[in-house]
């Protein structure tokens, strides 16, 4: 009996002293880390940001490079839950994540409804890669005196780079996600001073307000702001940093977006379509555009994209684009392209279909030597 309650004791201490380590993965509030791995034998790259008890991320697998998105939490005990979610949201597979004895982050990768689950090891890595630290700011301002509601709720979510292994290029990294993120707020050297004078400005606007309170109709007066800065992709010397935005200001609904930007992390310059493509790229990659939007819209022949509920039947590029090791996506916010219901139109081309129009000494184009050199060189068949 005694040796049962020894053995019980140990085994108590050694669960809590694991569960403890790995917690200690995400210590704090906010957090960002960065991991490599594998799912199996193939090898992934991981980001996962938590704020509060809450995780949302994005992995993909090394040999297509295209992220995909992820959204959890941790429990109590420290084990992770990452749902691998779809455009709608909805998840498709899941990942569950712990320390093991050896001090090493394993766990398995479960597709959704099937029975198998794949062992999965990761190791927190910065390799060649953007280390982010999250910034916060959270404020409540009342509308009237005396009274806490209605009131203006902001909540500002910055990701300041701090390390890369190019220290002159991270001066400039560091400008350019804080130009892109503040505006004209930014203080790169003083991310946390920058997020309170950018709150502080959307205050008297909300203020003014009062003047035509009327308590009928209370629930518009209840403001809200919310920006959040996120890496869609960190690898291969390219950074691909988003801004998220959601405003409520009365009226029937808010209105959000997301906007990106692409960052030479050799240079630590922000890239623009003309440091990528051809000159005089625009009306093929319009026709491609258009092309794959029509494709997403599963029209017929002959149909055209107004049939669709989109407000043109041509889409010009936009500047707002990202990059990831699988091609460039052209995003659309809500309204630009297409009446709000629709919501955000993602536009993705891969690095096979723009081949022709990319720039041969471009920052992608290391993406599409690689993809010839697996076509000109297939796998070899084993010899029977």
Known sequence: MKKLKIIFLITCCLTLFFNVAFSQVFTGRLQIKHFTGKIKTMPIDLTVKKQGDTLTGIYFYEKFGVPIKLKGKISKDGIIELNEVDKAGDPTATFVIKLDPAKKIKGTWQRKG?????????????????????????TKVPLLKMKKEPAYSIDLFYLQPVDFNNKNALTEINKTCSNSFFAKYSNPTKPALSLKTMADSLIPDYKSSASTYDSTFGASFNWA?????????????????????????????GIYGTSYIVVDCKTGKQLKLSDIFNKGF???????????????????????????????????????????????????????????????????????????????????????????????????????
């Open 225 to 253: 702001m919310d920006c959040s800065a996120d890496v869609y992709y960190n690898k291969n010397n390219l950074l691909t940093y988003s801004s998220f935005t959601y405003s409520f200001s009365g009226g029937a609904h």
């Open 114 to 138: 099937a029975k198998d689950k794949i062992p999965v090891e990761l190791t927190e890595d910065y390799t060649g890669v953007v280390k982010f630290e999250p910034v916060l700011y959270q």
């Open 282 to 384: 625009e009306k093929e990659l319009d026709k491609k555009i258009t092309g794959k939007a029509e494709i997403n819209a599963k029209l017929k022949k002959g149909q055209k994209l107004t049939s669709a509920g989109y407000l043109a039947d041509d889409i010009k590029t936009t500047d707002n684009f990202y990059v990831n090791g699988g091609g460039i996506g052209f995003v659309y916010n809500v309204e630009e392209i297409a009446p709000y219901v629709n919501g955000t139109i993602d536009i993705f081309l891969s690095y096979k279909e723009i081949e022709t129009l990319l720039k041969k000494d471009s920052p992608v184009s290391q993406f599409v030597t690689a993809e010839e050199k697996k076509t000109n060189n297939p796998p070899k068949k084993n010899k029977k």
